[in-house]
């Protein structure tokens, strides 16, 4: 699998990373082992994982995506061939939301020992914290860098004006800086005013952001397939995107589809990886034949045109 640049930080990471959220839960050990093996049997390395995946579930408490990569890893003995991503922030059992210095660095000792390693390659704060001073949280992480247990440090569910303020501050204090944002992003725009909760969705602006600092900054997605929305009859799309923007952006999608002989969920990981500036999607799977489809999006090439005609298609 080809790799891309993580940021200024000298890494890089395999152009699809692998959503781990049901490993342990929905997906039981086998299935979950053999969705990894197949990952990484295609040359993945870049593994995406969280403290709170799942417990929303009627089976889960959180932890048990972690546990079972770490489960895995032991198992196979490949810790020093994978890129582990985690995050903290988002509340859990006794956890509550937030990102204050204490509670970023007990969970991320609860993550190694989960994930049964030293050190976590890419630490995520998982929400944006606006009731602790933005230095605090930096100097959290900046502890943890120093102290060997986390490489780098990303975002996720931020706004644009937020990031710069925490980019300002890591650059005043000589503080460790998020390499990256990891965001709910996908082909289909959602409707002027939706919303996901605490879930932020990526936005003109945001876009915009990322593109200014060029190669220095990383733009990552979720929820980029919509839970099979694009292909699956007994999927619905979600509320948020229901119109007549969708429609005519689904529209798109299927010609395009067409014409160079892929499914519209290889052309939205294509559109994706392709575009300005690029965004690195991450995929999911419960089965052996949806990874084959969502890794094989990396053979999709798509034309400046189609790209333009992609991006050009609804209001």
Known sequence: MRTVPLGNTGEHVSALCLGTMYLGTRQDEDTSFRLLDQYVQAGGTFLDTANIYAHWIPEGRGGESEALVGRWMKARGNRDKLFIASKVGFGYQDVPVGLTPDLIEAECDKSLQRLGVDTIDLFYAHVDDR???????????DRLVKAGKVRFIGASNYLAWRLERA??????????EFCCLQQRHTYLRPKHGASFGAQRAVNDDMLDYARSRGGEFTMLA????????????????????AGPDSDARLAALRTVAEEVRATPNQVVLAWMMQNDPPVLPLIAASTPQQ???????LAVQLSAEQVRRLNAAGA
């Open 222 to 241: 979720y929820s980029v397939l919509l839970g099979g929305a694009y292909t699956r009859a007994d999927r619905p799309l979600p509320d948020q995107y």
């Open 167 to 176: 980019h300002a501050a890591s650059k005043a204090d000589g503080l460790v």
């Open 291 to 297: 990874l084959d489809e969502n890794l094989d999006a």
């Open 131 to 141: 009731n602790t001073p933005i230095r605090e949280t930096l100097a959290a992480f």
